[in-house]
């Protein structure tokens, strides 16, 4: 961690800046000017480093991949400009008609949609079971198995899988694991040795910090073997470890335009500076929140892995340790008494976002699921009478105390 701590903040540039600028300049232009046609050619071609068109490459955004690169020791890291955009196109780089992606229907509500919505009408299926029962996820797997993906704690049921053995199901049977790992910033769980093998993830959360800027990030580990791909295979014999990375890079992010501002990428590099001070707080107030909550009156049950007694209590902790990040739901006795504390909030805001600094509230069923039908928020697991709380870096007896009064 000592290590980590310092590589949250000193990472050099690729080149010295022409005015020895401390922090790495905005650079605000979409194209960049070539001293020849030949230079030109070399990096439109791929066969230089040189920038040519933002929608492919920035030099504020590339310094921000490399600061995420220099925490991860990844194979290769790419920004977008949203959390989902991420995830729409890491999974459009491993899938085709034909293939599956097998995953859960305990997902944040956006990426639920883009799978069902958008991706499967091009023939993708989309299997969907019980991510926490590697027996079941094993069944679901068949020669045409293009990734496992999963969020490594879901939002906002906050359930647990246990990534290491879904990682050797997905090495065995020759699937990548993708993870969407929102809830839990890379810096605080071993991603590549629990056997993820691509990790999603928003950075408009954690990394931004604030909640100044939308952004999301893929990173591949370069640990999986594409040869052994379903859709990458191709791609392996000529690329090997960096098929993914390529087909991302060169055929699906270029082409769908959503790579990550240089504006976000100055304001999110700043935010990576303070993850692990801002993570360590927060999470830290949220597990004193959830102990408070748990003998709270008027509380019906309080729902955060980090509490002793939670169902993914035990594997939570192997994976990401006594903290398991900072958000938490709880349970009042019906609709009405959610709406009601809500409106009585007066520290809390309400509003959606995760990981600000600023502690939100919301009711997940009527809001962010808003548009579902009461039987798919069943077997999504989203119960009418909870409140999530992201929890803020706010003094956590200020925010107990809010909430003790909006539940009067
Ligand atoms: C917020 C969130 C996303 C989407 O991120 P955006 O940056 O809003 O596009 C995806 N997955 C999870 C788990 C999230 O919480």
């Given at each position: 961690m000592a290590e980590k701590k310092t590589t949250l903040i000193q990472v050099p540039f690729d080149k010295p800046d022409a005015y020895h600028a401390l922090n790495m300049p905005l650079y605000h232009s979409v194209a960049f000017?070539?001293?020849?046609?030949?230079?030109?050619?070399?990096?439109?071609?791929?066969?230089?480093?040189?920038?040519?068109?933002?929608?492919i490459t920035n030099p504020t955004v590339q310094y921000f991949e490399k600061r995420v690169q220099?925490?991860?020791?990844?194979?290769?890291?790419?920004?977008?400009?949203t959390g989902m955009s991420a995830i729409s196109n890491a999974l459009i780089t491993v899938s085709k008609a034909g293939a599956n992606i097998v995953t859960s229907k305990h997902l944040f509500s956006n990426t639920m949609a883009f799978l069902f919505d958008v991706l499967a009408p091009f023939g993708v299926e989309i299997r969907t079971c019980d991510l926490t029962n590697p027996d079941v996820v094993r069944q679901?797997?068949?020669?045409?198995?293009?990734?496992?993906?999963?969020?490594?704690?879901?939002n906002p049921q906050l359930e647990v899988a246990d990534l290491g053995k879904l990682g050797v199901i997905g090495k065995e049977a020759g699937v990548p694991l993708i993870a969407d790992s929102t809830i839990v910033p890379f810096t605080h769980y071993p991603a590549r040795e629990l056997g993820v093998n691509i990790e999603v993830l928003s950075s408009?959360?954690?990394?931004?910090?604030?909640?100044?800027?939308?952004?999301?990030?893929?990173?591949?580990?370069?640990?999986?073997?594409?040869?052994?791909s379903k859709t990458l295979g191709e791609?392996?014999?000529?690329?090997?470890?960096?098929?993914?990375?390529k087909k991302l890079r060169s055929e699906v992010h270029s082409n769908l335009g959503c790579y990550m501002t240089p504006h976000a990428a100055y304001m999110q590099t700043l935010g990576l500076e303070t993850l692990g001070l801002r993570y360590k707080t927060q999470a830290e107030n949220t597990l004193v929140l959830a102990k408070k909550l748990s003998i709270t009156p008027g509380i019906v049950s309080v729902n955060y892995p980090g509490l002793p007694g939670h169902p993914f209590h035990e594997v939570a902790k192997q994976q990401f340790g006594e903290l398991t990040g900072a958000v938490l739901t709880f349970s009042l006795e019906n609709r009405q008494a959610c709406f009601s504390f809500l409106n009585k909030l007066k520290l809390v805001r309400r509003a959606t976002n995760l990981f600000e600094n600023k502690s939100l509230a919301i009711h997940p069923a009527s809001t962010i699921f808003g548009n579902f039908k009461s039987e798919q928020l069943e077997q999504m697991n989203i119960d009418e009478r909870a409140i999530r709380l992201s929890v803020g870096l706010e003094d956590v007896e200020d925010i107990y105390?809010?909430?003790?009064?909006?539940l009067q």
């Open positions: 000017e070539f001293d020849s046609a030949e230079e030109m050619e070399l990096a439109f071609t791929g066969r230089s480093a040189g920038h040519a068109y933002s929608r220099a925490l991860t020791r990844a194979l290769s890291v790419t920004a977008m400009n679901h797997i068949d020669e045409n198995t293009c990734a496992i993906f999963l969020e490594i704690i879901t408009t959360k954690y990394l931004a910090g604030g909640g100044t800027s939308l952004g999301g990030l893929i990173i591949d580990y370069g640990n999986f073997n594409w040869k052994q791609f392996a014999q000529q690329y090997k470890a960096f098929a993914f990375t105390q809010d909430i003790v009064q909006a």
